[in-house]
Structures are given as structure tokens and as C-alpha cells.
């Protein structure tokens, strides 16, 4: 993975210079309250219900032992014990006092880590697909260009003050692992009929209130250009991008009322200006940035099947909870952070130290945050898989449940956070007690729901194959349920089935939701393409043919 | 009252009046609107004294282009803590329309966007009182930068980190 030089050491300790001079300028009363507010946003904290919210960046999701480690440490030292894994790759903790926030930002540094441009309207954390460099149908690994564009938008002076946030997502497969249609831009590399690797740009994705999927810009980008053609887009949006209403200031509008070909008419006219000045990347970067991110010393093994002859709960784990490795004999394994019961996302600090041991043991010392909110150990000897488990089971970090119903994407709702109508993980709570059969679960098969307790969408509900959507209706919490929204190469957005439901009957839609896939379902048949095979019309009807029970 | 600001890392008194601030002083230094110098150019070319401009977030620095050459400075506005496009503005007229000028951040100017208004070639700052006298340390925030830029000669990484690979 990426280390830092001593120049990138230098800036975050320098960051953490100056936001320790801000915020004590703000305690002693020097900077307002909205002053201080616009730049503690540009550091990831937030002021929530209950305490501050500090955001850290994990650069696409990537983190080393030591790292953890070091989360693990602030956890226990500043904050209740546990963190919340977010959708974006990152660590929220929601307990941190203000003024020690220095503090965990010093921490922080001394482990190559930061909470630079977290929240903000700025270019936030740049996110990727979890099973980079080792899944098998990749083109090429990512990270070496997640890192190149990391540096580039880590304090660009022109665009720290955006209309509005700015999300960047980077894949190098054809299957699209890290929801990069549903960003700000998504980067896909990709070749040209010579064979020459290139970038696919597309661009006005995003969710919140007005869900859109992202349009290509550019088919085919000379690698060399990566960074000036971002560059040209970032200018037009902080040109041109509203600023006169918070809900229409992201890119995605911009790029609607343009036209995506107005819009990519006047990018590409400001990347004439930009094309060939000190951005262009050469080919010495380069390899220089890949061979940061260069295969792990793997052992010549044979690929072997550990679940053979083994007990149930093994292979079902096995089944769901690991995936294929492009290296014969190694399996990436999901360290599941969606055990029934606890919020989707957290890890508390035992379970962070114990994750950190585990990697250094199987894994070469390097976990990633998958955008599901789960952990991967990416590099797993297969015949090491069975003890693997057998540890990560007694920690409860082995729910068999990865890509299945109880796999929930969730923000951290009204419990936590300040935006938020209605409460999330209370709702994930009652779901996975109204689906506790396994045997249910693992035959509906490849299903995933994603909730988000406002508008933000924050838990990406619209792109939910079954999303529910928070909303106060007269100071209650009430929901709203899509179905056929899909997140992946194929993005889609769900469709409102009808009028929202109260929380005590969220559990049972989603029943009579699946039990219409259930009867109705081809061999083979996923919920998703079931339900874009019949639209919502059967659904919709079963749901609201009764009254649905609490 | 004099106005007191920050340009090239000093502290100096405003030689520059914007039009409002200069009725009795003829052979002031003027910084006009954009919409003053559009009305009648002719007649403040005629004036004789050194002119400048203001460029408010929704101007386009191409269309000033034409007129560049007439200004030995250029405001580009800050009316609140959230506007960023003059720090575009200001990278378009150094870098692209090679504007050597003085070019001036005014508005909401703080000690903390300082850094970042130099590095897009800002090197003058109407800031507070409050903010003037510690300021300066603010271009000293960090002694290096990721990207290329019009900067305060500071090494970027983009190059750097290839030389000491």
C-alpha cells in the first residue's frame, strides 16, 4: 500500500498544526461559531445530537494493521469504544470531545492518516472497488490512480470551496463494485482498441434528494490526462455549479440542466487550457505509484475447497463470507460487521485490535473497508480459512450473511446524527429479528437492502434493490419503500411502491415483498431482475392488498 | 479612513481608491466595477490614472480578456464564506491570461483561506483589522503542496516526488 514520504508527513502534521490553532481560536472566542463551522467541515467534524462527529478518511478504503490499531487506541481513549464504518470507506466516531480533537488528529498523523476533506463542499475521500488488485476480472488495479488523484485533490487551493460536496469513485473492473455511477465522477480505467489503458469518465451521478445516474463524458481518456481532465470538470462545476440553493449545488444538477453534451462541450473546452501544463502524469509516476501497490509475497499453493466434510456453519460462512482471489490457494475473506443486534457498520475497539491481529496473521497485514460497511482480510491462504473462522466467530465478526438480506447498508440515523427524520438502526434491528431463518435468507439469494434515515441518502437507498427511506410525518418516523434500485455496472433507482409505512411495519412489507420474488421468480432469478421483469404492479398489490400488521 | 492591507507579505497602506471612496481625489488609482468600466471606457482611459476592476463571482474572466491590458489590478470578490469561484477566476487570469498584476481578494477574506488565495496567485488581501497583524503566517500553513500551481514558490509533489524517487 502507499506509504508516506516525507513530504506527505509533513502536510498532515502541518494540518494538524493549523486546525489546533483554529479550534483554539474558536474556544477562546477569536472565531464565530459559523466561521469556525467553515473550517472544522473542511476537517471532517461535525456538531451532532449528542457530540461532535469526527469523519476520517480511509483513502479508498485501504488500511494497514497499525492503522486500525490506531483507531482501536482513539476509540477506547476518545470515544465510546467504537467506531461506524461508513458507505464512503470511512471511520466515524460519535463521541469525541471538540476540544480533543487535535488531539486524535495528532494520532491520527502519526499513522499516515487524517481527517482531510471528510466533510465540506470540497473533494472528498476518494473511494474504489474493495477487491482491487485481486479480483480476477480486473484490467488493471486502481489504487495506484486512487493515490494519484488523493494527492491532487488533497488541498487544492481551487477547489476547497465547491458549490457543493464532491465525491470521486475509481474501478478497474467491469463489474462495479464501489457505486461509482451514483458519484459526483466515477473514473473507470479502461482500453482503447490499441490496448492502451485509459479512463472512462462519467460524470453527474449521485443520490440525495434528487437520485440521478451518471452520464459518460469522455469514452476513452489517455492515461497520461487523468489529472487535468478532472481538473477541467472540477473548474466548470465550481464556475458554473449553483450556489444559490444548497439542494441544487451538486454536480449531478448542473450537468442536467446542461446536457451532458453542453457539458462535456465546455469541460473539454477547459481542458485545452489545462491538457498539457504541469498535470499531465507521466509514465515515471506512474510506475512509481504502482509499485507501491505491487502483489504480496504469495506462496505457490493449490486452489483447495476448505469446506469439504466440514460443518455447516463453516460452509455456509465459506459460502457467503469469502470470495474468489485471482492467486490459486488464496480467498479474500468479508469480516461481516452486520451481526443482528448491532448497528451495520460498527466494530468496536477489542474487535478493531483483534481484526489488526488477524491481518497480520493471514492477510499481510492490510485490511480494507469494503462500501457495503463490512471489513476484508483480501489475501487469506485457503487451507488457513477454517482457523480464520473459527476466531472471527467467537468475536462475532462471522454473521454468514455477506451479499444476503441481513448484509444492510445503514446510516447512522436519528440516534446520531443531526439531519436525520427517522432512525436507522432501530430498523435494521427489526429486520433482522423478523429474518432470523437462514435457510430463508440464503434462498432469496443475492438481495441487498440499503436504508438511510433522511433525504442525504447517505445509505444509498435509492440504488437499495430494496431501499427504505426515513421521513417524519408529523413528528413520527415513518418510511418509504423502493425496490429495484441497483448500484453496481447495471445502476438503476428504485421506485416507490406506494405510501410510506410506520416503523413497526417496515418488517413485514419487506416480507410481502419477498414473498411476491418467492412465487414469481424464475430459476435463477435474483429479486432485482424479477422485479425489473414484473415492475412494481404485483409487488405493490401484495404489499397494500391487507393491513399491514405491526 | 486608510485602508490598511496585506499585498506581497506586507503591510501597507492602500494606494487604490474604489470609486465611491475617491470623488476629490482626481488622480487616485481607480478600482472600478465592471459594469462602471463597461459604460464608458473611453472616459476613464482618459482619466489618465492607473485603473483596476472588480470581478464579482458570476463574471467570466474571458470576457474581461479583451480589456486586460487596461488594468494594473483586478478584485475578485468574496461575498461569504462559502464562494470559491474567485479562486478559479484567479487561476484563469494567472495562468492562462498571464495577468501580472495586482490581483486582490476582497470581501470575506480571513487568515485561513489565505493560503489557498495566494496559491491561485492572489497576492493581495483586503482582510480585518482583527486578522491583519497575524495574517502573514498563514502563507507558511504548510511548506509544500501537492499540485502545481501559481504559488508561493513552493516545491509540488506532482514533479518532487518523481525527482527523489
Known amino acids: 500500500m502507499y506509504r508516506y ?10 494540518r494538524v498544526a493549523q486546525f489546533r490553532d483554529q479550534t483554539q481560536r474558536y474556544l477562546k472566542g477569536a472565531l464565530s461559531e459559523d466561521e469556525f463551522r467553515h473550517l472544522r467541515l473542511r476537517n471532517g467534524l461535525y456538531i451532532q445530537r449528542h457530540a461532535p462527529m469526527l469523519r476520517i ?18 476509540a477506547r481513549t476518545y470515544d465510546h469504544g467504537y467506531g461506524h464504518f461508513t458507505t464512503r470507506q470511512n471511520l466515524q466516531f460519535n463521541w469525541p470531545k471538540l476540544e480533543q480533537v487535535p488531539d486524535i488528529l495528532a494520532e491520527l498523523a502519526e499513522v499516515e ?33 486512487c493515490e494519484i488523484i488523493r494527492q491532487w485533490s488533497t488541498f487544492h487551493p481551487e477547489f476547497t470551496y465547491l458549490p457543493r460536496k464532491f465525491k470521486i469513485a475509481v474501478t478497474g473492473a467491469p463489474q462495479d463494485r464501489a457505486a461509482s455511477l451514483v458519484h459526483d465522477v466515477g473514473v473507470h480505467i479502461v482500453r482503447d482498441s490499441n490496448g492502451e489503458l485509459g479512463f472512462e469518465i462519467m460524470a453527474g451521478g449521485g443520490l440525495g434528494r434528487t437520485p440521478i445516474i451518471g452520464q459518460v463524458v469522455r469514452s476513452f481518456l489517455p492515461r497520461e490526462h487523468l489529472l487535468s481532465y478532472l481538473e477541467a470538470i472540477l473548474r466548470v462545476y465550481n464556475l458554473e455549479g449553483r450556489r444559490d440553493n444548497l ?97 451495520p457498520g460498527d466494530a468496536t475497539d477489542a474487535q478493531l485490535d483483534l481484526i ?9 497485514g492490510e485490511v480494507r473497508v469494503t462500501h457495503t460497511q463490512n471489513l476484508l482480510l483480501a489475501d487469506v491462504e485457503q487451507r488457513k480459512t477454517y482457523e480464520l473462522w473459527r476466531t472471527l466467530d467467537s468475536a462475532g465478526l462471522a ?37 432470523d431463518d437462514y435457510d430463508y435468507i440464503y434462498d432469496l439469494g443475492d438481495i441487498d437492502i440499503k436504508m438511510s434515515g433522511c433525504m442525504n441518502a447517505c445509505g444509498h437507498h435509492h440504488v437499495g434493490n430494496i431501499g427504505i427511506l426515513g421521513v417524519d410525518k408529523g413528528g413520527e418516523e415513518w418510511y418509504q419503500i423502493t425496490i429495484g434500485g441497483a448500484a453496481g455496472a447495471d445502476a438503476s433507482l428504485g421506485t416507490v411502491i406506494g405510501p410510506s409505512v410506520r416503523k413497526d411495519q417496515v418488517a413485514e412489507t419487506i416480507e410481502r415483498l419477498l414473498e411476491v420474488y418467492v412465487e414469481q421468480r424464475g430459476a435463477e432469478e435474483r429479486f432485482l431482475d424479477c422485479v425489473r421483469r414484473l415492475g412494481i404492479k404485483p409487488f405493490k398489490e401484495r404489499v397494500y392488498a391487507a393491513p399491514i400488521a405491526a | 479612513m486608510q485602508r490598511r492591507l496585506l499585498r506581497d507579505g506586507q503591510i501597507v497602506i492602500d494606494d487604490w481608491r474604489y470609486v465611491a471612496e475617491a470623488a476629490d481625489e482626481a488622480s487616485a488609482a481607480l478600482i472600478l466595477s465592471l459594469e462602471q468600466w463597461r459604460l464608458e471606457p473611453d472616459t476613464w482611459l482618459a482619466r489618465g490614472s492607473r485603473l ?27 461575498p461569504g464564506p462559502s464562494e470559491g469561484r474567485g479562486y478559479t477566476q484567479a487561476r484563469q487570469l494567472r495562468d492562462h491570461w ?13 487568515r485561513d483561506q489565505l493560503f489557498f488565495m495566494a496559491r491561485c496567485g492572489f497576492n493581495s488581501f483586503e482582510l480585518s483589522e482583527t486578522d491583519i497583524e497575524d495574517a502573514h503566517s498563514a502563507f507558511s500553513t504548510f511548506t509544500a503542496a501537492y499540485q502545481p500551481s501559481n504559488d508561493l514558490g513552493l516545491p509540488h509533489k506532482l514533479r518532487t516526488a518523481v525527482a527523489t524517487a
Open chain 1, 5 to 14: 514520504d516525507i513530504t506527505d508527513k509533513t502536510l498532515v502534521r502541518q
Open chain 1, 57 to 74: 478518511a480511509i483513502p479508498y478504503g485501504l488500511l494497514a494493521a497499525t492503522q486500525l490499531r490506531a483507531l482501536a487506541k482513539i
Open chain 1, 113 to 145: 492518516m487524517h481527517a482531510i476533506q471528510t466533510s465540506g463542499n470540497c473533494i472528498r475521500n476518494i473511494t474504489s472497488d474493495h477487491l482491487a488488485g485481486i479480483t480476477p476480472d480486473e484490467l488493471e488495479d486502481p489504487r495506484p490512480w
Open chain 1, 247 to 343: 439542494q441544487k449545488a451538486r454536480i449531478k444538477i448542473l450537468v442536467r440542466s446542461l446536457g451532458i453534451a453542453e457539458f462535456t462541450r465546455r469541460v473539454e473546452a477547459e481542458w485545452q487550457t489545462l491538457r498539457d501544463t504541469g498535470l499531465r502524469v507521466d509514465d515515471a509516476q506512474i510506475e512509481r505509484m504502482r509499485g507501491f501497490f505491487q502483489p504480496p509475497a504469495y506462496l505457490s499453493l493449490p486452489n483447495l475447497t476448505p469446506d469439504a466434510g466440514k460443518e455447516a456453519a463453516f460452509r455456509a460462512w465459506y459460502r457467503y463470507n469469502t470470495t474468489a482471489h485471482k492467486v490459486p490457494g488464496y480467498r479474500a475473506v468479508f469480516v461481516s460487521l452486520k451481526k443482528p443486534g448491532v448497528a
Open chain 1, 356 to 364: 489488526a491481529d488477524l491481518s497480520d496473521r493471514y492477510s499481510f
Open chain 1, 399 to 435: 454473521t454468514p450473511n455477506i451479499g444476503t438480506l441481513t448484509d444492510m447498508i445503514c446510516c447512522p440515523g436519528l440516534d446520531f446524527c443531526s439531519l436525520a427524520n427517522a432512525g436507522s438502526i432501530d430498523v435494521a434491528k427489526l429486520i433482522n429479528e423478523r429474518f
Open chain 2, 52 to 78: 483596476g476592476v472588480v470581478l464579482s463571482p458570476a463574471d467570466r474572466v474571458e470576457q474581461l480578456a479583451p480589456d486586460l491590458r487596461h488594468f494594473a489590478l483586478i478584485a475578485a470578490q468574496f
Open chain 2, 98 to 110: 498571464n495577468f501580472k498584476g495586482e490581483l486582490r481578494a476582497m470581501g470575506y477574506v480571513r
